[in-house]
């Protein structure tokens, strides 16, 4: 049997043990949060989503059309782009975005070297200059600009020989598209690609966080289409692929293919572990070509392009096939491939499907706590369709690039069944991703009807990654404005309808909530009881030792110690005839010790150079012995003995009769602090061998260990595990109108002013 997570070597202390049904139930109970939830507001106030949280609550969500969005979002564009443009006339001024400056990042950095919003996403390490070389450093952020020009390079420039090494420099150099550090256009006075790309990294909060990822959810973002991976050797018909999908890139698909990668680096020019876009594919004289491109183009002037058959430059191109095609060579990064090697040299396809205006969507998000175990959720979705027709699934999940650094230490994979109402057996599911992890989808004809989404999610959780709340502490003073842009995002993606506190969570936070409330009483109960208890005992104590009697002239206390008989319990004396009285001072108080000696025990003879005799451990009181007249003087006239006094280690305060509370000693913390074991009083400490330290070390070397251990097993269970998920469901239909509601625990949420809160039972599927 596999052990139970945690971290390496732990062990479980617990009552039973770990492989027995009450141990384990114990385990699961304390790994999983009794309370679990999630912020869905990182910044307080945020007023981006104080409008959406406002909006009521709808139950069920009916269809648009796909188009409508873009419409709305294109006509806010424009108007706000003629309020910039005349802004900036009347200031006859550039404009500067105030919320996202490269040119500031760059100077508050050579000046203070602080983090660059614009470059580096929340909770990551920008650059320093020990570490610049190679990071992100934009040569220029405009095309004719002084800022960000490379020293090294402007020095190197200005040592050849030319004319005008000013103007060169700057034509070379910070003039036109390839003057920019991230994407650039072929035609050297286009704008429009990195103008994309800014709004693209603005959108996400920095360049940081586009950087890398799979073209199909960046063709999703730019296109609102759907995005289906697929892998080459899991195509049945070859034939089919090709005629009903490839044939119709950029009508009804788009298309990305990658090389997966390997130890060689490049395969005939094409790029291992590198991205390719598919801008054409045509058959002609019984030839299946389609045509790529490398987004890199011409990479430091090498050539990145496919060096096999149909490749630039090969023996399969004639003159008239090219004029045919309308195609010349050239070191761009596009060039044509067989079919048949498009199949053998990619190994990961991503398709995305592209939705025109006859097309609708419907779509509704909600939450749910994830088990650490993999099983279909409680929280799922039923939809009823009013026509046949194509539909489109996706189940998705939020787009974590837009609050990265807020994401936290859960991961998150999708998939679900359909079921048509009336039929125990699943219509359709979707297989499991390999890498994409954002969304799981299907496509398929469905007749008119009502159907049910189960949910499936598994989690992940990695303790190495920083939660959020220790992300917002770290940043709140060293990276303010970029904790802010990333927050606001943050809250504007958690603040879709449909995303309030499911009844089952509230129900059980509230009535933790109380559990709390009711513990929090108890316990000062208990320690006002606590605290009137210890007052009541240290009065009665100290009255009891005031009525004790007192020595007449009350200056100090007397104590009678018998050396050479076994210690009892001190008793208060004074003085007698016969003693030697020894007077001390002991925290500015008097105390007078009389010694009185007496025979040894029976079968043992004493003289007055024999040392004391040694403390024998015995524990019982032994009656007084009165001593003779003799043994009275010998003892007065052997005054060479010193006799000790270890008795006076083990008097306790308790016993001794103070002249006032103020000469009292402390009081102990806490009844509990007081150990039985530690009272000596009347009894003489044993006196410990080589073995007993020996036993006492190892005893307090295994407490140690177990004291780690249960201090690791603690630390373990102090952060249990506590996966919530926000996910929606997307429907594409064409033609239908489509209506979705969420259902949780079998319990439909109508989201109106129906009876039990807003919530029909509906049956189980």
């Known amino acids: 049997m596999a052990p139970p997570p945690g971290p390496e070597h732990m062990t479980l202390d617990f009552s039973k043990s770990i492989f027995s049904q009450q141990g384990i139930d114990e385990f699961w109970r304390k790994f999983t949060t009794q309370r679990p939830g999630k912020s869905f507001n990182i910044l307080p106030g945020s007023s981006h989503t104080t409008v959406a949280r406002q909006k ?94 490379s020293l090294l390079q402007r020095s190197d420039w200005l040592r050849i020989n030319l004319s005008n090494p000013e103007e060169e420099f700057q034509k070379a150099m910070q003039t036109g598209s390839k003057a920019l550090y991230f994407s650039q256009c072929k035609d050297q006075n286009a704008t429009w690609l990195p103008l994309l790309e800014k709004a693209y990294a603005k959108a996400h909060g920095d360049y940081g966080s586009i950087e890398e990822g799979w073209n199909g959810e960046g063709l999703e973002d730019l296109t609102g289409g759907v995005t289906s991976e697929m892998v080459m050797t899991d195509i049945l018909d070859k034939n089919k692929f090709w005629t009903e999908e490839l044939m119709n890139v950029n009508k009804s698909f788009l298309f990305g293919l990658t090389q997966m990668g390997g130890i060689h680096g490049e395969r005939k020019g094409i790029v291992e572990d590198h991205a390719y876009s598919v801008m054409e594919a045509r058959e002609l004289d019984g030839f299946r070509l389609v045509k790529l491109k490398n987004p890199w183009g011409k990479k430091n002037g090498a050539k990145k392009e496919w060096d096999g058959p149909w490749s630039d430059g090969s023996e399969e191109w004639t003159p008239d096939l090219m004029k045919r095609m309308d195609y010349t060579f050239g070191n761009d990064g596009v060039f044509w491939m067989a079919y048949q090697d498009v199949l053998k040299q990619f190994q990961h396809i991503d398709r995305t499907r592209l939705f025109g205006a006859d097309w609708c969507i419907t779509q509704q998000w909600t939450s749910a706590d994830v088990p650490w175990s993999v099983e279909y959720s409680d929280t799922n979705f039923r939809f009823s369709l009013s026509e046949d027709g194509p539909v489109v699934l996706m189940l998705c999940q939020l787009d974590n690039r837009y609050f990265r650094g807020l994401v936290g230490q859960y991961r998150f994979r999708l998939q679900f069944e359909l079921y048509k109402e009336g039929q125990e057996d699943y219509i359709a599911e979707n297989r499991p991703r390999y890498f994409m992890s954002r969304s799981a989808t299907a496509e398929l004809d469905l007749e008119a009807g009502q159907y049910f989404v189960r949910v499936k999610i598994t989690a992940s959780r990695d303790k190495t990654v920083a939660r959020p709340e220790d992300i917002v502490l770290q940043n709140c003073e060293k990276r303010p404005e970029k904790l802010r842009a990333v927050g606001r995002s943050y809250n504007l993606a958690h603040s879709k309808p449909g995303l309030e506190e499911s009844v089952m969570n509230r129900e059980r936070r509230l009535r933790g909530e109380r559990h709390d409330k009711e513990k929090s009483k108890a316990r000062k109960t208990f320690e006002t009881r606590k605290l009137a208890n210890k007052k009541e005992k240290v009065r009665r104590l100290r009255t009891e030792a005031k009525a004790k009697p007192k020595k007449e002239d009350n200056k100090g206390v007397d104590v009678l110690i018998k050396v050479g008989e076994n210690m009892s319990k001190p008793q208060h004396h004074t003085a007698d005839q016969g003693n030697q009285v020894l007077s001390h001072d002991i925290n500015d108080r008097q105390v007078n010790i009389s010694v009185a000696t007496s025979d040894k025990p029976e079968g043992c003879t004493k003289t007055s150079s024999d040392p004391p005799t040694p403390n024998t451990g ?30 006076l280690d083990t ?99 109508s989201g109106g002013g129906d009876s039990e809160g807003g919530y029909n039972h509906v049956a189980t599927w």
Not at 77 to 96: E, G, L, P
Not at 672 to 694: A, N
Not at 695 to 715: A, C, G
């Open 618 to 647: 015995t524990t019982e009181q032994q009656p007084s012995i009165h001593q003779d007249s003799a043994s009275a003087a010998n003892t007065n006239t052997d005054t060479t003995t010193k006799p000790s006094y270890p008795i």
């Open 56 to 149: 009521p609550s709808v139950g069920c969500q009916v269809s648009k059309n796909v188009t409508d969005s873009y419409e709305k979002a294109a006509t806010a564009c424009r108007a706000r782009v003629k309020k910039i443009v005349r802004d900036c006339r009347r200031m006859n001024q550039k404009y500067k975005d105030p919320d996202f400056d490269l040119e500031h990042d760059y100077i508050e950095w050579d000046l203070h070297e602080r983090t660059e919003d614009c470059l580096v996403p929340l909770g990551e390490k920008g650059r320093t200059r020990a570490n610049k070389i190679g990071c992100l450093t934009p040569r220029s952020v405009k095309r004719v600009e002084d800022f960000h020009e």
């Open 651 to 749: 008097i306790s305060d308790d016993d001794l009769s103070w002249s006032s509370d103020i000469d009292a000693p402390p009081e102990p913390a806490s009844d509990d602090e007081l150990d039985p074991s530690l009272i000596t009083i009347g009894k003489t400490p044993p006196r410990e061998t080589s073995t007993d330290t020996d036993k006492s070390s190892q005893k307090t070397n295994d407490t140690d260990d177990d004291e780690k251990k249960k201090q690791t097993i603690d630390d373990f269970f102090a952060d249990p595990w506590n996966a919530v998920c926000v996910f929606g469901l997307r429907i594409y239909t064409q033609g239908a109108q489509a209506e979705i509601k969420v259902v949780r625990d079998g319990v439909e949420e």
